[in-house]
């Protein structure tokens, strides 16, 4: 099989050439593209944008909502098309997150969806409507990338400080795409579902896999676990992406209930670390489907590893795929199989950070990114994780696993969601504090925490249990689903 890298726009014409009437993205009951319409829209807006002033190189803001996933992948397709990059962002951006953002990456240009209204961004910047774009017609050649060449710079969710722009390469993008049309992905399904945010890296997966996958892109305009559960139920709809958070939502709200599952045969879930627990219950709701958990970041897709789920290895998340794994010392050195330390992956055509050459000799190394986590690998392969780095919970002499607690935590039969964080302590230095989502129903007095102490007290050492519990209707979390454990903390100092 070939491996030659191509660009994305490479990708998207031999799709459109294999399968110019078949749908790739479809937002349920807005709008649906097809590969030919994707691909001309791209033409005409990587011309109009060229006519209006772009250069091969230019970073552009792509500012979009849910609703206009299908506006989105053409905007996207044609900026890389007329040479420049593309910098996908939510529509959520504060003001001063959205200003930071093109300001950091120097970007000449923003386009917006027709359902977005024209954002307020900083001077000097050219604001174009994507329905304008394309309502120009425009005609004439468009620019040529390598794939080599930057395409994508995506920022990071900022749950540990200031979001960092993460570039990629085309080639980056298009590594391990097919090149043979029996070698699609999702060859099981008719469509895919997933609810992700453009602007994040798991919405980012979503549009590349709709352009290397059998099966079309399916999302919708709004995300509640009704509307999602019934597309769940919709023929075709053979594949699940969701982060933990949809899957918690999902299963405690009720509404698979009644519902036929068995048409479902994979469910992938990515973003943070599927809990043991919610895996297991997935596995009950969706018999006929087989659970993966996909363990990755911005900086080091598309290296990953994959657990398809094992109760005989409940912890694990699984073997690299796309790439290579090493567990290292605090110096980049290797460790023997079984050592706990730093988690690296590495992938061919690697990330790095954009203008930000600190951060990328701390992160980046000979191609191996540093996850942030810590972790060990058994003789079989398998990556267990710890923690992150910067979670780690430092209780007198013992340090605690937030990844572990939680685990338990989210055993207990009135627990919806749970994270863990640590508090200051004046004697141990840090406490171990929980804050939990309650089931629909659940009784407040037994998750009191003597109750919740009791539960974990066969499942968790002395210095693990939680000194402090904070209920909460929800946890705070950022686009991609991930726990924003700084503001977490600052609750339990409230």
Known sequence: MSTVPRTVPDLLDWRTALHPDRVAVEVHGVASLTFAEWSAGSRSAAVALLNRGLRPGDRVGLLFGARDWTRFAV??????????????????????????????????????????????????????????????????PAATAGPADLAQILYTSGTTGRPKGVAASHANLTTGAPHH?????????????????????????????????????????????????????????????????????LLDSGALEGRDT?????????????????????????????????????????AQTTMVY???????????????????????????????????????????????DAANRATFR????????????????????????QDVIKTGAFKVSTLEVEAALHEHPLVAQAAVV?????????????????????D????????????????????QLPARLLLLDRLPRNEGGKVLKRQ???LFDN
């Open 75 to 140: 905007a996207y397709c044609g900026v890389l098309r007329a040479g420049g990059v593309a910098v996908p962002l939510s529509d959520r951006l504060a003001a001063g997150q959205l200003g930071y953002a093109l300001t950091h990456c120097a970007a000449t240009a923003v386009v917006h969806g027709d359902g977005t209204p024209a954002p307020s961004v900083p001077a000097g910047l050219t604001v174009h409507r994507s329905g304008e774009l394309l309502a120009e017609a425009s005609t004439g």
């Open 181 to 249: 049309p029996r070698r699609l992905a999702l060859a099981h399904s008719e469509r895919f579902l997933h609810a992700f945010a453009i602007g994040t890296n798991a919405g980012q997966t979503m549009l590349l896999n709709a352009l290397t996958a059998r099966a079309a892109a399916l999302t919708l305009a709004h995300f509640t676990p009704v509307r999602f559960a019934r597309l769940i139920e919709a023929p075709g709809t053979g594949t699940l992406f969701v982060v933990p958070s949809m899957a918690h939502e």
């Open 262 to 302: 068995r048409g479902v045969h994979l469910i992938g879930s990515t973003a943070a670390p599927l809990p043991p627990a919610v895996a297991a219950r997935l596995a009950v709701a969706f018999p006929t489907a087989t659970i993966v958990n996909y363990y990755t970041s911005t900086e080091a897709a598309p």
């Open 310 to 356: 094992d109760p005989s290895r409940r912890d694990s998340v699984g073997r690299p795929v796309g790439g290579q794994l090493m567990i290292a010392d605090a110096d980049g050195a290797p460790l023997p199989v079984g050592t706990t330390g730093e988690v690296w992956l590495r992938a061919p055509h690697p990330r790095s950070y954009y203008r930000d």
């Open 366 to 389: 000979a191609g191996w990114v540093r996850m942030g986590d810590i972790g060990r690998v058994d003789a079989d392969g398998y990556l267990y994780l710890t923690d992150r780095h």
């Open 422 to 442: 640590g508090v200051p302590h004046p004697v141990l230095g840090s406490a171990v504090a929980a804050a939990v989502v309650p089931r629909p129903q659940a």
């Open 444 to 463: 407040p007095d037994g998750l009191a925490l003597p109750a919740l102490r009791g539960f974990l007290a066969d499942r968790l050492a002395d210095y």
């Open 488 to 490: 977490l903390t600052d």
